[in-house]
T-cell receptor
Framework: KQEVTQIPAALSVPEGENLVLNCSFTDSAIYNLQWFRQDPGKGLTSLLLIQSSQREQTSGRLNASLDKSSGRSTLYIAASQPGDSATYLCATYDSGGYQKVTFGTGTKLQVIP | NAGVTQTPKFRVLKTGQSMTLLCAQDMNHEYMYWYRQDPGMGLRLIHYSVGEGTTAKGEVPDGYNVSRLKKQNFLLGLESAAPSQTSVYFC???????????FGPGTRLTVT
């Protein structure tokens, strides 16, 4: 059974700092990995989707990398801003016979002005 | 283009009551999903559908039923609510199993 872990559970950084969020998974047989942002009381907003054949994806100040062999993905946020404060979730699209997406429990990011 | 919408946004039920949550998407997606989100446990898949008229069980289906009579709508039913079903429920849709999922704003359900 796939397990997705995100450490740390919470992170507080000063504005302007570059930061890395981590996501690890136990079963490397995945199709995709997706990073989401969740604001308090809101739904999930897709940030980046990395297909298994890709090693990274970029969108603006965000860069996500994927290393299937080591079971790790990172989300790099450049020049953090207070508006980046949210919970960031990663999710793996797993193989195994039926639609299966496994979510991590997220990293709650606070960017301090 | 509203994306994925959910109704209602909030609901309080008493144990044993029933209710239906409605999810609608206007992106012509084939796949639709219902998740629940609980503190410390991440999102867990309840049921999903791969097309109009189809449904399938996810990771935590007990106590829930679903229907997909129209392609754009996916209904989640609780026949006899229990306090363990207190959660935030999210609906999502995608073009197919490997395309990114788009999420609705969620329904916060409390069962007393």
């Amino acid at each position: 059974k796939q397990e997705v872990t995100q450490i740390p559970a919470a992170l507080s950084v000063p504005e302007g700092e570059n930061l890395v969020l981590n996501c690890s998974f136990t079963d490397s047989a995945i199709y995709n990995l997706q990073w989401f942002r969740q604001d308090p009381g809101k739904g999930l907003t897709s940030l980046l989707l990395i297909q298994s054949s890709q090693r990274e994806q970029t969108s603006g100040r965000l860069n996500a990398s994927l290393d299937k062999s080591s079971g790790r993905s990172t989300l790099y946020i450049a020049a953090s801003q207070p508006g980046d404060s949210a919970t960031y979730l990663c999710a793996t699209y797993d193989s195994g016979g039926y639609q299966k997406v496994t979510f991590g429990t997220g990293t709650k990011l606070q960017v301090i002005p | 283009n509203a994306g994925v919408t959910q109704t209602p946004k909030f609901r309080v039920l008493k144990t044993g009551q029933s209710m239906t949550l409605l999810c609608a998407q206007d992106m012509n997606h084939e796949y639709m999903y219902w998740y629940r989100q609980d503190p410390g446990m991440g999102l867990r898949l309840i049921h999903y559908s791969v097309g109009e008229g189809t449904t399938a069980k996810g990771e935590v289906p007990d106590g829930y039923n679903v229907s997909r009579l129209k392609k754009q709508n996916f209904l989640l039913g609780l026949e006899s609510a229990a306090p363990s079903q207190t959660s935030v429920y999210f609906c999502a849709s995608s073009f197919n199993a490997l395309y990114e999922q788009y999420f609705g704003p969620g329904t916060r359900l409390t069962v007393t």
